[in-house]
């Protein structure tokens, strides 16, 4: 059997800006803090990092492999002073046979990458590339005949289920590295034994319970295992996997199961303030506890391949799941390799989550639009292949704003969907709901998705009269207020996802006086706060019954009359001033009143049933400084040249 060991504790990092070596645990990341900073200008080259361990007793034929579940962005592995293995590509797991080079004392040096060059993906994008070895490293014991390892860092285990009649059907194709017979078993969610195949043998499960998305997401468990001519067990493996069907229909939009099943959500980036991509499981649960508070049920996971464990939490919860490669905003002269062998690591690694229903090819990638015949190939390379590897998902790619609807980058592949700012940085919402009619007109049988829409939203900011840019909470509520009108006038969109669940690390950026972040999350980088935004949507979105008042951070306020708003699943609100009825509303998700202010303190309270919320608000003479951004609002997150 093999023997999985996580040697997360105990490397050594030597800094490359001042040659310490210190002694650290993973997940790592040099660029934790200069990489959020501002400036462009956080440390991209290479780092080194060591871990000693001891060689485990080994039996004949055995072999040990070390697993990387994301090092950024290349790295070589070199064992004892021999080079082992490299990777390029700072998302996906990846694996080294480390078996001939081993002694009894072993030193693993890993010298990690994140430097610049025209070869690995990404190298242009909105968010920082934060160098190190940032996820879980495993050392994996195997016996001679073992399930194999080497496959694009897949698990050795494909699965395939489809639901038929009420039957499920499944076919879970085990790869080895042996002669040796498999023997396959399927356990449901409660972990009875519902089946027993062979590898690459079809069978049936009556009455099958099917992967419902958010309702009920139900997950069956294969296992497989290899036997020895005495039936004694050499290896197994085993992976969650789900009965579900999904269809897109470019009139009617998504369905799952063969039921409508109208996609809205929110794109997440996995990085932290103060800690980058070294995120710990802790984190993943939160971000994945936020989304499912505000209601959404479905994730676009950008812009790169995000951890196993995520996908694993996305099945869980039955989240639909739009996963994609890190091919954005410019064509690489030398990245196709990499972008098939990237994608080919995403689908193998990530196949058997019934949550990912598709695999996004490119992301902007008309920004810098130059190599467009090598653009163009690469495009129909990825999507040939990826009906071939995976013909039961579709494929899809996020257009630029630029990109016009005639352009042939949006008719490659299976559906589409275009990034859109309109209303942000672009001005005009009513943009939105013209676009979108004008592509469905000119284009009835494509199917359209939003891949991103989102506006700039600092709890800090604030303004009676919120305009475009100013990154006010208050416009991002206006924003988005409008966006969800107009996507209730256009029910054949396919998914709608807002950008961006949280807010993250973009060095290159200035905005809203603080620099190195993109402020368009519904949630802080930290987490901490849930902005108003994020309460509009959990009140179009969840079913839970809750009264939210805006503004609580807005509290010296200027006008004479207020805007007193109030997000809520209840229907109907009653505001109250200095503990004074002042009238009871009825509406629709978004109740609000316009109330005269006095000088100085004013108590506010918004209530209906058994819930109550207040606030103080301090009525003063002249608008409030600190409110206005004061240095730096560049909409642009390119590295400035000095
Ligand atoms: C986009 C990009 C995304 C950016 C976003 C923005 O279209 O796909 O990576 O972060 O715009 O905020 O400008």
């Not at 009619?437 to 709890?459: I, N």
């Amino acid at each position: 059997m093999r023997k999985v060991t996580n040697i997360n504790a105990d490397w050594i990092f030597v800094d490359p800006k001042t040659q310490k070596a210190e002694n650290v645990t993973l997940p790592h990341t040099w660029n934790a803090l200069d990489g959020q900073d501002g400036g462009g200008d956080y440390y991209r080259g290479e780092a080194v990092y060591f871990h000693s361990f001891s060689c485990p007793e080994m039996k004949e034929g055995e072999r040990l492999y070390v697993e990387f579940k994301g090092v950024n962005s290349s790295c070589r592995v070199i064992l004892n002073e021999q080079e082992v293995g490299k990777h390029d590509g700072g998302y996906s797991t990846f694996r080294i046979d480390l078996t001939s080079g081993l002694k009894k004392e072993n030193v693993l040096k890993v010298l990690v990458d994140n430097r610049e060059n025209d070869r690995v993906y990404p190298q242009k994008a909105d968010f920082t590339f934060y160098g190190g070895i940032y996820r879980d490293v495993n050392l994996i014991q195997v016996p001679k005949d073992h399930f194999d390892l080497d496959y694009f860092g897949s698990k050795g285990l494909k699965v395939d289920a489809t639901p038929k009649d009420g039957k499920g059907e499944v076919t879970v194709h085990a790869f080895t590295k042996s002669d040796k017979k498999v023997e396959i078993t399927i356990q449901d969610q409660e972990g009875n034994k519902v089946l027993s195949l062979k590898n690459s043998e079809t069978g049936t499960i009556d009455n099958v319970h099917l992967w419902d998305g958010r309702k009920d997401p139900y997950l069956y468990i294969a296992i497989a295992r290899l036997l020895d001519e005495d039936g004694s067990v050499l290896d197994a493996v085993s992976t969650r996997f789900g009965f579900r069907t999904f269809s897109f229909d470019s009139k009617r939009g998504f369905f799952l199961n063969g039921r409508p099943y109208p996609l809205h959500g929110v794109s997440r980036h996995q990085d932290r303030l103060g800690k980058g991509n070294a995120i710990s499981r802790k984190d993943h649960i939160q971000d994945m506890e936020l989304i499912e508070e505000v209601g959404a049920n479905t994730i676009r996971l950008a812009h790169y391949q995000h951890d196993d464990f995520f996908y694993d939490l996305c099945d869980e919860k039955g989240m639909i799941v739009w996963a994609e490669i890190p091919y954005i905003s410019k064509h690489l002269q030398n990245g196709d390799e990499n972008a098939i062998q990237q994608m080919k690591e995403l689908v193998y690694q990530q196949y058997n989550h019934p949550a990912i229903v598709v695999w996004g090819v490119s992301n902007e990638i008309t920004m810098v639009n130059k190599n467009r015949k090598a653009m163009l190939a690469l495009h129909h390379r990825l999507n040939d292949m990826l009906h071939k590897i995976d013909p039961a998902r579709k494929t899809t790619l996020a257009c630029y704003a630029m990109c016009t609807p005639f352009d042939k980058t949006a008719h490659l592949t299976d559906i589409v969907s275009w990034n859109l700012y309109l209303g942000w940085y672009v001005p005009f919402f009513f943009l939105n709901d013209l676009w979108i009619s004008f592509f469905h007109f000119l284009y009835p049988k494509r199917v359209l998705g939003y891949s991103e829409y989102g506006a700039e939203g600092m709890p800090n900011l604030h303004s009676p009269k919120p305009k475009r840019f100013d990154n006010t909470e208050e416009y991002q509520c206006l924003y988005h207020e409008h966006l969800l009108e107009c996507f209730k006038r256009h029910p054949y969109l396919w998914a709608t996802h807002v950008w961006n669940m949280f807010d993250f690390g973009s060095d290159g950026r200035d905005q809203g006086g603080d620099p190195g972040k993109n402020h368009k999350g519904l949630v802080t980088f930290d987490r901490a706060i849930k902005k108003d935004a994020f309460y509009l949507y959990k009140a179009f979105w969840s079913d839970e019954k809750f009264l939210h008042l805006c503004g609580k951070r807005y509290v010296n306020r200027h006008e004479r009359k207020t805007e007193i708003k109030v997000y809520t699943t209840l229907g109907q609100v009653t505001l109250f001033h200095d503990g004074k009825k002042v009238e009871t509303k009825t509406g629709d998700k978004i109740i609000a009143f316009h109330l005269p202010l006095h000088e100085g303190k004013n108590e506010i309270a918004v209530s209906s049933g058994d819930f109550r919320e207040e606030m103080t608000i301090n009525k003063v003479a002249v608008p409030d400084d600190s409110y206005k951004v004061h240095s730096g609002n560049s909409m642009s997150w390119e590295k400035k040249k000095k």
